[in-house]
């Protein structure tokens, strides 16, 4: 587990402040809030975003909007390179009021990396018009609707269990196993789930695993890989993917 490093966040003359920082697969940043606005991207690799009402999974492909004052914590998947962008209020007041996730396109990264790369050091006039032409394409990006409903800190059992979950969401590790790691029953946990989420525990545990299998289709992974590694044969996992996505997993790769 680790603290969260932001930049110097006082001079709010300034419009953005940058950050590059490279994390270990396996890290958990601990849950913080800033008061300005943050954009979270990683050039490579994937994370899990936890914000005290949804987790959100983000690959290279994909970046998360944090308004001020929102708490969040990162679970890192697979090692980082990321870039970040932090929005003084007044500018972050343009954007959201609430968290989205948001597809990045080749401009609006190029845009990410060139704020990040310069910082506040360059010509006023060239970083003044970076800052306003990704403002511009952050509202124009498409938001992504795979969220992860999670549940508040009341009880640390459920969310224990739901934090073991997104980091092994296989159908090899049966809910049972979940409960005895969590130190409660099968029937207090299956309770806790629908009192605090509105679902039981299999339905929750498919949408982690959505939002895994396309994280991962987004880099490349094959379909065979993907269900391996969630515990299903190819077929039955397309089968479960086209259910609920209405889409054949090798045909949503194809979209993308």
């Not at 929102?70 to 959201?96: C, E, F, K, W």
Request: proline share 8%; with cysteine.
């Amino acid at each position: 587990m680790a603290l969260a490093a932001p930049p110097d966040l006082s001079d709010t003359d300034v419009p953005v402040q940058p950050l590059a920082r490279t994390y270990p697969r396996g890290l958990f940043i601990e849950p913080h809030e800033h008061v300005w606005g943050q954009l979270l991207y990683a050039m490579s690799g994937v994370m899990w975003v936890e914000t005290p009402h949804e987790a959100l999974v983000v690959p290279p492909q994909r970046a998360v909007w944090l308004p001020p004052g929102v708490p969040h914590g990162i679970r890192v998947v697979s090692d980082l390179q990321m870039r970040n962008i932090y929005l003084r209020p007044s500018l972050a007041a343009t954007l959201d009021d609430s968290v989205q996730v948001i597809e990045v396109g080749g401009l609006l990264r190029e845009l990410i990396v060139g704020l990040v790369e310069q910082g506040n050091d360059g010509a006023p006039e060239y970083y003044e018009a970076l800052v306003g032409l990704a403002l511009l394409e952050l509202k124009r990006a498409r938001r992504s609707l795979l969220k992860i409903p999670m549940p508040d800190d009341s009880d640390r059992r459920l969310m224990s269990l739901c934090q073991a979950v997104m980091a092994q969401p296989s159908l090899d590790v049966p809910f049972e196993q979940h409960a005895e790691n969590a130190g409660a029953s099968v029937r207090t946990l299956a309770r806790l789930f629908k009192d605090s989420l509105g679902m039981g525990f299999a339905e929750w545990r498919r949408q982690v695993q959505l939002a895994t299998a396309v994280a991962e289709l987004i880099q490349g992974v094959p379909v065979s890989a993907i269900a391996r590694e969630l515990g299903y044969t190819p077929s039955s996992f397309s089968d479960m993917f086209r259910r609920e996505l209405g889409v054949a997993p090798s045909q949503f790769s194809i979209t993308l």
